[in-house]
């Protein structure tokens, strides 16, 4: 029995009973300064003096001594609470982590799909030179956003603890702050598309049209000026929702078996 769960409980019994130290002092015959001690759990009442106490709050010793059992109750309570808060908690960082991930690894798949697709123009505006040197440029960089994130996938990633689990989030935020500096590059991509696409759907040509090729330089101009001023900054998003996870993990380390 710890010496807060004994003073804990005189004083609650006395606060019960509605009277004050110095009334329960006067009754037990102890000094005002021992009530005070022994409530505020720098004093311990043993033997008579316990039994004194007791009787002055027409109690007993076991009345007194019961709050162990209550004790151990509640603390078997608030470790059953602290493995569901932790099971929850750890459930929800890693559905977050996950849904970022995922996020992630589909971008570098679309980036692949993006570069194919330059691929395709190509063959079909081989002919075209022209028309090939943009989507070459756009075709590389897309294979070069899929083979940066190529390394990226779940089984790199390990959730099992909040140990493994912050040490993956750490990987993640890495890779994405070194990669944030290429944030935009799928808006240059599709600037490069534009030609082929309007070649083979609309029949225009902007390369025979000066007006066309300098509202399309224009155009290409203005988009990659506003990328550079007003990125959606994708990267820097997922790095602030990492580490909002990061930090909810360390609330919850405290409670891992």
């Given at each position: 029995?710890?010496?807060?769960?004994?003073?804990?409980?005189?004083?609650?019994?006395?606060?019960?009973?509605?009277?004050?130290?110095?009334?329960?002092a006067?009754?037990?015959?102890?000094?005002?300064?021992?009530?005070?001690?022994?409530?505020?759990?720098?004093s311990?009442?043993?033997?008579?003096?316990?039994?004194?106490?007791?009787?002055?709050?027409?109690?007993?010793?076991?009345?007194?001594?019961?709050?162990?059992?209550?004790?151990?109750?509640?603390?078997?309570?608030?470790n059953?609470?602290?493995?569901?808060?932790?099971?929850?908690?750890?459930?929800?960082?890693?559905?977050?982590?996950?849904?970022?991930?995922?996020?992630?690894?589909?971008?570098?798949?679309?980036?692949?799909?993006?570069?194919l697709?330059?691929?395709?123009?190509?063959?079909?505006?081989?002919?075209?030179?022209?028309?090939?040197?943009?989507?070459?440029?756009?075709?590389?960089?897309?294979?070069?956003?899929?083979?940066?994130?190529?390394?990226?996938?779940?089984?790199?990633f390990?959730?099992?603890?909040?140990?493994?689990?912050?040490?993956?989030?750490?990987?993640?935020?890495?890779?994405?702050?070194?990669?944030?500096?290429?944030?935009?590059?799928?808006?240059?991509?599709?600037?490069t598309?534009?030609?082929?696409?309007?070649?083979?759907?609309?029949?225009?040509?902007?390369?025979?049209?000066?007006?066309?090729?300098?509202?399309?330089?224009?155009?290409?101009?203005?988009?990659?000026?506003?990328?550079?001023?007003?990125?959606?900054?994708?990267?820097?998003?997922?790095?602030?929702?990492?580490?909002?996870?990061?930090?909810?993990?360390?609330?919850?380390?405290?409670?891992?078996?």
């Open positions: 029995m710890s010496d807060f769960s004994l003073g804990s409980k005189i004083k609650a019994l006395r606060n019960q009973k509605g009277i004050s130290q110095e009334f329960l006067d009754e037990s015959g102890l000094s005002l300064r021992t009530i005070q001690r022994i409530e505020s759990n720098h311990i009442p043993r033997g008579n003096t316990l039994k004194r106490i007791a009787l002055a709050l027409d109690s007993s010793i076991d009345d007194i001594t019961f709050i162990d059992e209550d004790k151990n109750e509640f603390v078997s309570q608030m059953n609470y602290k493995e569901t808060i932790y099971d929850i908690k750890l459930q929800v960082s890693k559905k977050e982590f996950d849904k970022i991930l995922t996020v992630v690894i589909w971008g570098g798949y679309f980036a692949l799909f993006y570069f697709i330059s691929i395709l123009l190509m063959y079909i505006m081989r002919k075209e030179i022209i028309y090939l040197i943009p989507l070459f440029i756009g075709g590389i960089a897309m294979l070069f956003s899929f083979l940066q994130h190529k390394p990226i996938n779940k089984s790199y390990k959730t099992s603890n909040v140990d493994d689990f912050q040490k993956s989030i750490r990987k993640l935020r890495i890779h994405l702050l070194k990669h944030s500096k290429y944030d935009g590059i799928v808006g240059i991509w599709f600037l598309t534009i030609p082929a696409y309007l070649k083979l759907i609309f029949k225009i040509s902007i390369y025979d049209n000066l007006n066309l090729f300098l509202i399309y330089s224009l155009s290409m101009f203005t988009m990659l000026l506003l990328i550079k001023l007003f990125p959606y900054d994708i990267y820097k998003k997922w790095d602030t929702e990492l580490e909002n996870i990061e930090n909810s993990l360390n609330k919850i380390k405290p409670f891992e078996a």
